[in-house]
């Protein structure tokens, strides 16, 4: 049920002491290591002997994915090239990646905590565990494959893509945790559907998603569609790659590895914490990293922090699921949408599922937005009436919503442009 239930349950007294002795340790490390984080603490007139207990985080500078960017590549490691075993770098669908390494002991570190996450999710060293994520410079793949041999689970690497070869591994190797995205969860669901293979010729038990945002109402679908229980996972690769956070089966909430990320939750505006439970800005500080520390980095994730103790036993808070992004506001027309709004509302509607995508045009001095969706198969070659009904109810909910006009349209499956298996989002054709 745990994989390492003295750390995933210690009483939040230890927590807390354990926390401040690494955060001190990796103080020392980055104020010693990496010329960036001096400067920034020279120029604040902070010295890590500052830094006494968890509250004193406050007084520290944040981090930014400019900032990695800026230090592109290797300007943040913190332990010399020779220690450096694995090298990854962001999907990031725009601009300078952001590359990130890891030294033997994070990959070790890393593993755990990938460990963690996937016996939480349910899987055991009796699974056989299909990993489609990208293996690659991506952390998916690899990160999860170490954490599933790590538990001891038979492990497929079946990476990203080719969705009928996947069903036939699936089906012949008799997978019972599938991990992916869940936009292609629900994609293997659908095909699964189209090929005529029942459910019951299947051997999945668990599905453990992450990497994108998606919703309880497609948690719903794919359990329903699979057969399975399907838990969220989280992660970023500044921080480390999936690991950060997970579901246990309870699904209320991820659990975080406190014992290794040090959380905040702020107001992106005002920069500093909300009261538990109120939503804001992800920021995290990690607390073993060796060639690759993050001194509170601004993940621009939002989310909450939960802090109701969890009847699976484990005492680190949990973070809700992340609800949108605190960087990739659209302002059209004067009205401030989120992506991720749209596609949360897409997920409300029947009959519509993600991926989509959202592109903005100026025409003249008007902002245009279309939002294009993927058709199921059917919907796209009959039916043309019920697909123009669906596009309409689909317009006007949002219209409605979000208050501004927004056009549309049906696009074949699978033609949206992928990157890791993510599509990119929007596409903002405007010229400010
Ligand atoms: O996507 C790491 C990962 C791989 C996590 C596999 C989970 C499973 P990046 O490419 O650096 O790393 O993207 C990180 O993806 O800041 C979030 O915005 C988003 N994201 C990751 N997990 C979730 C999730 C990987 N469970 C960025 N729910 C993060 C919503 C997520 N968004």
Redesign the pocket.
């Known amino acids: 049920m745990y994989w390492e239930p003295d750390k995933e349950c210690l009483d939040r007294e230890e927590l807390e002491q354990l926390q401040i002795e690494r955060l001190q340790s990796t103080l020392n490390r980055v104020y010693a290591h990496v010329p960036f984080y001096r400067k920034k603490f020279d120029a604040m007139g902070i010295s890590p002997e500052d830094i006494e207990s968890v509250s004193d985080l406050s007084r520290l500078p944040f981090t930014t994915k400019e900032d990695v960017r800026g230090n592109y590549p290797y300007e943040l490691f913190a332990v010399p090239l020779r220690e450096v075993v694995r090298i990854h770098a962001?999907?990031?669908t725009t601009g300078t990646s952001?590359v990130v390494g890891y030294t033997r002991n994070d990959i070790k570190t890393w593993s755990n905590l990938a460990a963690r996450v996937l016996t939480a999710g349910g899987v055991t060293k009796d699974d056989v565990v299909q990993i489609s994520?990208g293996y690659g410079l991506?952390?998916?793949g690899f990160?999860?494959h170490y954490g599933a041999e790590r538990v001891g689970a038979s492990v497929i690497p079946a990476s990203s893509g080719n969705t009928a070869r996947q069903i036939k591994i699936m089906r012949d190797f008799k997978t019972t945790a599938l991990?992916c995205?869940?936009s292609y969860a629900m994609l293997v669901a659908n095909t699964i559907r189209e090929m005529g293979i029942p459910v019951s010729a299947l051997s999945l038990k668990y599905g453990?998603?992450?990497?994108?945002?998606?919703s309880e109402r497609m948690r719903q679908e794919i359990q329903d569609a699979l057969g399975i229980v399907a838990t969220?996972?989280?992660?970023?690769?500044?921080v480390l790659?999936?690991?950060?956070s997970g579901e246990c089966l309870e699904r209320k909430g991820?659990h975080i590895s406190e014992d290794h990320f040090l959380v905040e939750v702020i107001d992106p505006e005002t920069l500093r914490p909300v009261p538990a439970g109120q939503k804001g800005e992800l920021v995290i500080t990690t607390l073993t990293k060796e060639a690759f520390p993050m001194i509170r980095y601004r993940?621009?994730?939002l989310t909450r922090l939960l802090v109701e103790p969890c009847p699976c036993g484990r005492t680190g808070r949990r973070m809700s699921?992340?609800v949108g992004?605190t960087d990739d506001m659209l302002i059209i027309r004067g009205v401030n949408v989120f992506p991720s709004q749209i596609e949360s509302l897409l997920f409300e509607i029947e009959g519509t599922e993600p991926p989509c995508q959202i592109v903005v045009d100026r025409k003249g001095a008007m902002d245009e937005v279309t939002v294009l969706l993927e058709a199921a198969e059917a919907a796209f070659f009959d039916q043309e009436r019920r697909q123009a009904g669906m596009v309409d109810t689909i317009r006007k909910r949002l219209v409605h919503e979000l208050g501004i006009t927004v056009d549309v349209k049906l696009v074949k499956k699978d033609t949206l442009e992928r990157f890791?298996g993510?599509p990119k989002r929007v596409i903002d054709n405007r010229k400010l």
């Open positions: 962001s999907s990031g952001t994520f991506y952390t998916g990160g999860l991990l995205t869940p453990l998603f992450g990497a994108e945002p998606w969220d996972n989280y992660g970023l690769s500044e790659g999936p690991g950060v991820l993940t621009r994730d699921r992340v992004r890791e993510k």
